[in-house]
Each structure stands twice: as structure tokens, then as C-alpha cells.
């Protein structure tokens, strides 16, 4: 995995590590699942209209849109409705991370190097100090939805891998025509036409624009953008070198979060931050890429057989 692809891959965890104030915003006017559905819908109408259909089995486009877009923020998005901290949302999903690699090693077999198996046990420790310090500020139920959202994250990025497309952007414009119709359903059913009707008024209010603000970042930057170069790495690379890169998100999450939300950092969890930064080095290969680059350049002497 060359620097380029380092780089655009950490660009993405700064990318969604922002979508969650975003997020934020927008839940203060629209319910959780009709925002799901109207996210996804400006989406879906122009790629159907304009974007070429990716070639790709459908099964993994269908699974792709189901983990990615309909299961991932279904459970995120209710989870912050909730009363899941943005901060520590942004931390708990990316659990997606550890779930990418040991369903990627279970289900496509792909092997895992010591620095990697390392490296993500160190991020997952990371991951704990910093979320040890927040878990008496979020309820049990809303933690493990954000763990659901994971799992579904997780799951989205094995059919991606799986679909291999020749243009990524494709696929993940055209994930975008799963969620809205299942999505538009359960809302109906769980939020009801009043609450829908409702969260359409005041649009042109500070909050209702911050809010529309807030859902134009989440479609444009962070699912076209954000995804769209996501996609496009796990094509590249195996999805345990590129999920490593996800427990960045929550570094990013954080900082947000106590710059505009007031949700401080304690020196603990500046350390399990540091711990994830040198996981996600290591999980990546980031660390051993000048010994691996050294040991190809070096000569080989022949054996003598015999």
C-alpha cells in the first residue's frame, strides 16, 4: 500500500470523522429513520437518471446497500436519537473495523500478517481507554446499536471487496437506491406522516438550516466523496489493510465534538488516542513499508540445488 493511498484513505477518516456533527445537526429537525430516507433519496433519483448502472453482480450491490447505507445508519442515526454523544459515536462505530477484518478472514479467507493481528488489537485497545472514559455518559441501548451500525458497516464493505468494480464511484452511487424505499417504510411505520409532516416546517429557521447544511455535507462529502474513495481502496487493497484506517474517524469525531459541543477530552483518553493512531500504523503497514520496500530491493543469491 503505497503513501497515496495512505493518505486518501486517512482524507476519508477526517471526512466522516466531521459527518458525525453533521449528523448531529440534522437530528435536531428530521427523525432518525426519514433522515436516513431523505438522505439517501437525493442520492438515489440522480444516479438512477445519470450514472451508468455499475458492472457488478447484484447480490453484492443489494448487500452493499443493505450494510453500508440501510443497516449502518439505520441503527447510527436512531442510536444518536437516542442519546448516543456524537463524540462517542464516532468512536463505538468504528468497531465496522475489527468486524471488517475477522469477517474478512473468516468469509474470504484473507490472511492476516503479525503486524496487522498487532496492530488492530492495539487500535481495539485504544479504542477501549478512550470509550472507558465516556461509557457513563451514553445508555446501554444506545451503545449497542452503534455496535449494530458497525456490524452493518462491516458487512457493506465485504460486498464492496467482494464486487471488485472496475469505476467504484458507480457502486456507491448506486448503493444509494437501496436504502430509501425499506428506510421510507419503517419511517412511516415507527415516526408516522404527522412527525415526517412536521420536521418540514421551520426549515428556513437557524436550526432547519443547519440542519439542510448538515444534510448536504452527509451526501455530498461524506457519502459521494467519502465513500466513493473508500470503495475505490478496497478494490486496491485487501479490506484488513483499509479498515485499519476507519479507527482515525473517531480522533477526528472527538475533536469535533469538544471544539462545538462542549464534550471534553480527559488526558486518558489523549493517551487512547495515541494508542489508536500507532494501531492503525501498524494494521495498515504504515510501519513496515520502508523494511518491506528494503528487503524487495535487495538481491537475491541463487541457491545451488543439489
Not at 22 to 50: D, G, K, N
Not at 176 to 201: C, K, N, W
Not at 213 to 228: E, F, K, Q, R
Request: with cysteine; net charge positive.
Amino acid at each position: 500500500m503505497n503513501t497515496r493511498d495512505r493518505l486518501l484513505a486517512s482524507s476519508v477518516a477526517v471526512i466522516w470523522g466531521l459527518n458525525f456533527l453533521a449528523i448531529h445537526l440534522s437530528l435536531e429537525q428530521f427523525p432518525p429513520f426519514f433522515l436516513v430516507a431523505l438522505r439517501f433519496t437525493i442520492l438515489a433519483v440522480p444516479t438512477i437518471v445519470l450514472v451508468p448502472r455499475p458492472r457488478v453482480p447484484v447480490r453484492y450491490l443489494i448487500g452493499y446497500g443493505l450494510g453500508f447505507g440501510t443497516l449502518q445508519f439505520l441503527f447510527l442515526y436512531l442510536a444518536m436519537a437516542t442519546g448516543m454523544p456524537t463524540g462517542l459515536a464516532s468512536l463505538v462505530l468504528q468497531s465496522s473495523a475489527p468486524f471488517t477484518v475477522l469477517l474478512g478472514a473468516t468469509l474470504l479467507r484473507e490472511r492476516l500478517t503479525r503486524d496487522q493481528v498487532i496492530g488492530i488489537i492495539a487500535a481495539v485497545l485504544g479504542l477501549c481507554i478512550v470509550g472507558s472514559q465516556q461509557a457513563g455518559t451514553a445508555a446501554m441501548l444506545p451503545f449497542l446499536l452503534t455496535l449494530c451500525g458497525g456490524l452493518g458497516w462491516a458487512f457493506g464493505n465485504l460486498c464492496s471487496r467482494l464486487a471488485r468494480p472496475e469505476k467504484p464511484l458507480r457502486l456507491t452511487m448506486w448503493m444509494s437506491v437501496v436504502p430509501p424505499l425499506p428506510m421510507l417504510a419503517v419511517s412511516l411505520i415507527v415516526e408516522g406522516p404527522a412527525r415526517i409532516a412536521a420536521s418540514a416546517t421551520g426549515l428556513g429557521s437557524a436550526t432547519g438550516l443547519l440542519a439542510l447544511a448538515g444534510l448536504a455535507y452527509t451526501v455530498i462529502i461524506g457519502t459521494v466523496l467519502g465513500s466513493g474513495i473508500w470503495t475505490w481502496l478496497l478494490s486496491r487493497h485487501p479490506a484488513s489493510r483499509i479498515a485499519p484506517f476507519s479507527m482515525l474517524v473517531p480522533l477526528v469525531g472527538l475533536s469535533t465534538a469538544w471544539l462545538t459541543l462542549g464534550e471534553a477530552l480527559t488526558w486518558i483518553e489523549i493517551v487512547g488516542a495515541l494508542v489508536v493512531v500507532t494501531g492503525v500504523a501498524l494494521g495498515s503497514g504504515a510501519l513496515g513499508y520502508r523494511r518491506e520496500r528494503t528487503q524487495r530491493a535487495e538481491p537475491r543469491v541463487p541457491q545451488r540445488s543439489g
